[in-house]
């Protein structure tokens, strides 16, 4: 079997082939990124070998057209954090960077790691509506942020007592602004009034498209997955990270693989008679961040979190990494939720969801093969005859 390492672009994708056993370098190719060139690089890897795999860089704004053709197609695809490609590099005797050398160290951090290790591509179109959504509210935020930042320093000259009562957070609210821009509209005209009665006003339009993305948000995710917004400390924000970065939870063979990619799953640093865990500092920061404000709104407000901290701290755990046993705990329980069929899916006569169905790859051109079997479903600890997760858990 090969491993197809695919370095994604806006016009063109490098690919690199190598053996999946040894490593060794099948072939290269550089195709145009649109239909015809997809048609042609699936007809190059079938020429190459009957089993294959497709590595592609975890960057769905350029490979998410590829991930629809391959898929469409049979074949069998697995995404790969732009880290784990990084670290492949390292180890190559080659120096330098270009295309062909990033796909050649997608395609080998594969085959070093085992295809087993990665998630398998699953194109989830709810689920990318609300990352869209919300990765449209975060820019909008950042832009807040910084139009705040520039206006504070304008009313630092203008009029330091306002702008030293003015806490943070308070240019979000209109009432503020419309103080502000009073005391300011006091003041002889000038370039510098003039720039900050301009930046009240665009602060004006950001407050209400933020506020408008978190009412779709709220709708959406209420629509789609009601459960996460009943667990405490799991606003509307916190659940669309949790569905927009997971992407389907059908591409996660386990619960032990979702902990891995929300870096939760505990590291070992262990020496002699001592046992012991670090921080993981992989996986996706967002879904880390977002089992992180669950945890710490638990940890405040929840009694039985408190007991369960009280207790691993009790058992010798400092406080940091009761908190992170906390985290690997609530990553297990959302693995749960997130397998469940979403409410706005209809359900098929044997209980199981109904799959969206996937796009025709480059106008049904593509030659007919066999389908690729179903990849298997998550591992839940509580049924029996399923294999255990050899991923070191902390309960």
């Not at 009665?197 to 506020?211: S, W």
């Amino acid at each position: 079997m090969i491993v197809i390492g695919a370095d994604t672009h806006k016009g063109s994708h490098a690919l690199a082939a190598v053996d999946e056993g040894t490593g060794k370098v099948r072939g290269h190719r550089e195709i145009k990124a649109d239909d015809a060139g997809h048609l042609a690089a699936v007809r190059w890897a079938r020429g190459l070998d009957d089993g294959r795999v497709w590595a592609i860089e975890d960057c769905r704004v350029c490979s998410r057209r590829l991930e629809q053709a391959l898929s469409a197609a049979g074949e069998r695809v697995v995404r790969v954090p732009p880290q784990r490609m990084g670290a492949s590099r390292k180890g190559e005797r080659e120096p330098g960077k270009s295309d062909p050398i990033d796909a050649l160290a997608v395609a080998r951090a594969v085959v070093k790691d085992g295809v087993e290790e990665f998630p398998v591509a699953y194109l989830n179109e709810r689920a990318m509506e609300i990352r869209l959504l919300l990765d449209h509210r975060q820019d909008l935020v950042a832009d807040r942020t910084r139009t705040v930042n520039r206006l504070r320093w304008h009313l630092l000259e203008l009029c330091p007592e306002l702008e030293a009562s003015l806490k943070r957070g308070a240019f979000n609210h209109a009432r503020v602004l419309d103080r502000v821009d009073r005391r300011l509209h006091k003041d002889p005209a000038g370039a510098r009034v003039r720039i900050a009665r301009e930046q009240i006003a665009q602060l004006r339009g950001l407050n209400r498209q933020i506020d408008q993305l978190h009412r779709e948000l709220q709708a959406l995710v209420a629509a789609h997955r009601p459960r996460l917004l009943a667990e405490q400390g799991c606003g509307a924000i916190v659940a669309a990270v949790l569905i927009g970065h997971t992407a389907g939870n059908e591409r996660f063979r386990s619960e032990a693989a979702f902990g891995r990619q929300t870096g939760t799953a505990p590291i070992p640093c262990s020496s002699g008679t001592r046992t012991q865990h670090r921080l993981n500092r992989g996986g996706d920061r967002q879904l880390n961040h977002a089992l992180h404000i669950i945890a710490v709104t638990r940890a405040q407000r929840d009694p039985t979190t408190k007991e369960y901290l009280a207790r691993k701290e009790a058992e010798g755990k400092t406080a940091k990494g009761a908190l992170r046993s906390l985290k690997r705990h609530l990553a297990r329980h959302f693995h749960r939720l997130l397998s469940e069929p979403p409410a706005d899916q209809q359900q098929a006569t044997n209980g199981k969801p109904t799959v969206e169905a996937q796009p025709a790859a480059i106008n049904g051109k593509l030659p007919e093969i066999p389908p690729r079997p179903e990849p298997r479903g998550p591992v839940d600890p509580n049924i029996k005859g399923q294999a255990p997760c050899p991923m070191v858990c902390i309960s």
